[in-house]
């Protein structure tokens, strides 16, 4: 069973950067695509960035050139860096996986929250 779990969120002001880390255990880490999500209040939970396991990332629309996702395939951890921070990226940040061959997120971590003041 896969285990993730998120650390790095806090209350920021906007244009601050913060740094979020998941830790993944239970299974082969370079076997899963990893992901962050996140919800905010009233809205749908949307994907924010993932990575492959050779690399290859995808971010939303709404970060990119702000926010960057890497993995270390040593430590069995991704970390979301979160540079120019606006009160719109305020959410419950959710930290998941699915096997490279799945169309759907198997697993998810318990969330962080992340808001950032104007």
């Known amino acids: 069973q896969v285990e993730l779990v998120e650390s790095g969120g806090g209350l920021v002001q906007a244009g601050d950067s913060l740094r979020l880390s998941c830790v993944f255990s239970?299974?082969?880490?370079?076997?899963?695509?990893m992901g962050w999500f996140r919800q905010a209040p009233g809205k749908e939970r949307e994907l924010v960035a993932a990575?492959?396991?050779?690399?290859?990332?995808y971010d939303a629309d709404s970060v990119k050139g702000r926010f960057t996702l890497s993995r270390d395939h040593a430590k069995n951890m991704v970390y979301l860096q979160m540079n120019s921070l606006k009160p719109e990226d305020t959410a419950i940040y959710y930290c998941?996986?699915?096997?490279?061959?799945?169309?759907?997120?198997?697993?998810w971590g318990q969330g962080t929250q992340v808001t950032v003041s104007s």
């Open positions: 239970g299974r082969t880490f370079s076997l899963y695509v």
């Open positions: 990575i492959t396991s050779g690399g290859s990332t």
């Open positions: 998941a996986a699915k096997r490279i061959s799945s169309s759907t997120y198997d697993y």
